[in-house]
């Protein structure tokens, strides 16, 4: 679920809306909703992609990590080349890149053909996504726009519902590759669809887009990911785990001191300065790591150690994606009532406690019902990541920080299976013989989401939103 920017009004004189505007909205939300699908759709698949291409347990862990991780590493990349080079261009780009991709992954009978594909499919999306955000934000005005936003932030509790629906049905049907297949019809069509119906316009032009660092950032976290992915086979001291973490440092730092120097930064770390900005970036990385990676776990437990099939699981996880948009969708309210502190409180405390019914009871019935508690503080997390660091920003650094709360929405989805997957390492690759790894991520996510609950009480800023405000998430 990625935050969305606030409504501002355009300043100055505002162009005849476009007669297509609709079929616009249409054609990129269904794009859109492809790109949050993939997040979801491939977790039920995994163990029977992990069985037929014979992948470790750090292997199955990067299917999963590749894809977000370029798709938030890049994403204020794909902005701002939005801004300089036009947004339909850069959506189409991204739209050819993913579908590409997609197929790329459906074809694939080894890890790094796999593997190449989702590297395609993230910096696709990174591509696509931001651009066709740019394109409903400047297609509609007034009250149209939003509805349309609203019409835009309610993809992601659908995408991720249906996406393991989705990943239950093909994979128990025609088999794992199709849950990528079915991107290259669907990706053809909107291609067709979008030259025909979303308006061009010229980029802005006027400024450097900042390669290096979009190159930084990535790299950084992706050597974290490495070192932590590492850790769960080799342990904590090994040189595979060590350097890589270190490196990781090495480049965090390197990538701060160019951003604070550079003319055009792709993210201003001053940004993180500011307190409802840092908030928002924190809540947004938590919620979205232990939401993706309950899918991810909960996943192989009831395939491998329940013995349930694709299908099956597909259904069975419902309950928790719609947990989430239940929590999404009551957030809005609540905060606008008592404000943004003690929902974010109480909702990092709901979802400590969902998760903390499996890692104390085994079965299924457990699972589902601590998941779906869970994500119910999480969809409620989302929204207050994003209405805390949006409400206050002025029009012009709107986009930049809904840029940057969703860059963290997508390296949280990867550190957190990259780290929850080395904490569950026993269990991935014992095939679910031994609980006993999945009990103890468990039992991390819960301790991560209490901790922060506690810490929210002070870091959160109190306060309300604006009145007459609209975010969604999704």
Known sequence: MHSQTPAHPHHGTEEAPDPRRWRALTVLAV??????????????????????????????????????????????????????????????????????????????????????GRVGQGIGAALLSPAAMAIVTTTFHGAERNKALGVWGALGGTGAAVGVLVGGLLTAGPGWSWIFFVNVPVGSALLVAMTRVVPDRRGRGGRNIDV?????????????????????????????????????????????????????????????????????????????????????????????????????????????????????????????????????????????????????????????????IAAAGQGATFVTATTTALANVTHDQAGITSGLVNTFHEVGAALGVAV???????SLRTGGADLSGFSAAFVFGAVVAAVVAAGATVFIPAGKPPVGMRVGAH
Do not use: C, K
């Not at 992990?50 to 794909?78: K, Q």
């Not at 939401?291 to 099939?309: D, E, H, K, M, V």
């Open 31 to 116: 794009a859109q909703f492809m790109l949050i699908l993939d997040i979801t759709v491939v977790t039920v698949a995994l163990p029977d992609i992990g069985r037929d291409l014979e992948l470790g347990r750090a292997a199955t862990t990067w299917v999963i990590t590749t894809y977000t991780l370029l798709f938030g590493g890049l994403m204020v990349f794909g902005g701002r080349s939005a801004d300089l080079f036009g947004a339909r261009r850069v959506a189409l780009t991204g739209l050819v890149v993913f579908t590409g991709s997609s197929l790329l992954a459906g074809l694939a009978v080894n890890a790094p053909m796999l593997l190449g």
């Open 212 to 372: 290096l660092g979009a190159v930084l950032v990535t790299a950084t976290v992706g050597t974290a990911i490495y070192g932590l992915i590492n850790a769960g086979d080799d342990g904590w001291g090994d040189p595979f785990t060590v350097v890589p973490l270190l490196a990781a440092g090495v480049l965090g730092v390197i990538f701060v001191g160019y951003e604070r120097n550079t003319a055009a930064p792709l993210l201003d770390p001053r940004l993180l300065v500011r307190r409802p900005i840092a908030a928002g970036a924190v809540l947004m990385l938590v919620a979205t790591g232990l939401l993706i990676t309950g899918f991810f776990l909960g996943s192989f437990y009831l395939q491998q150690a329940q013995g349930n099939s694709a299908l099956v699981t597909g259904l069975l996880f419902v309950p928790i994606a719609l947990g989430t948009i239940v929590g999404a969708h009551n957030a809005g309210r609540l905060i606008g009532t008592f404000g943004y502190r003690p929902v974010g409180v109480v909702a990092l405390a709901i979802a400590a406690v969902g998760l903390a019914i499996p890692a104390g009871w085994h079965g299924t019935p457990a699972l589902i019902i601590g998941l779906t």
């Open 420 to 426: 929850l997957s080395t904490v569950a390492a026993v």
